[in-house]
């Protein structure tokens, strides 16, 4: 059983950055592809990032450029390193896992996280 915990998220100003960490409870997390969602009031929880048993990075184009997915197998955690956040990134951030990378691509997760409010103010 895979129990994911997210921590990192709080409130900032436009421009500025966060990092979100997932860590697991249970069993190791390096056999899945990882990857970050997120859902604003009012909308559906849409994918972020993702990254592959092999250390392969996808991004949502929304975020492309501004954040970082990364892995430590050996620490069994992913971070989401947040740079010039907009209001718009106003979500509740989960982090999943999932077979294969290309499942949270297509919002496919075999396990979430209870989820962690980023809030960027203007």
């Known amino acids: 059983q895979v129990q994911l915990g997210e921590s990192g998220g709080g409130s900032v100003q436009a421009g500025g950055s966060l990092r979100l960490s997932c860590a697991s409870s249970g069993r190791t997390l390096s056999t899945y592809g990882l990857g970050w969602f997120r859902q604003a009031p009012g909308k559906e929880r849409d994918f972020v990032a993702a990254?592959?048993?092999?250390?392969?990075?996808y991004y949502a184009g929304s975020v492309k450029g501004r954040f970082t997915i990364s892995r430590d197998n050996a620490k069994n955690t992913m971070s989401l390193q947040m740079y010039s956040l907009k209001p718009e990134d106003t979500a509740v951030y989960y982090c999943a896992a999932a077979g294969r990378a290309a499942d949270l691509l297509r919002s496919k997760a075999d396990y979430w996280g209870q989820g962690t409010q980023v809030t960027v103010s203007s």
């Open positions: 990254i592959s048993t092999g250390g392969l990075t």
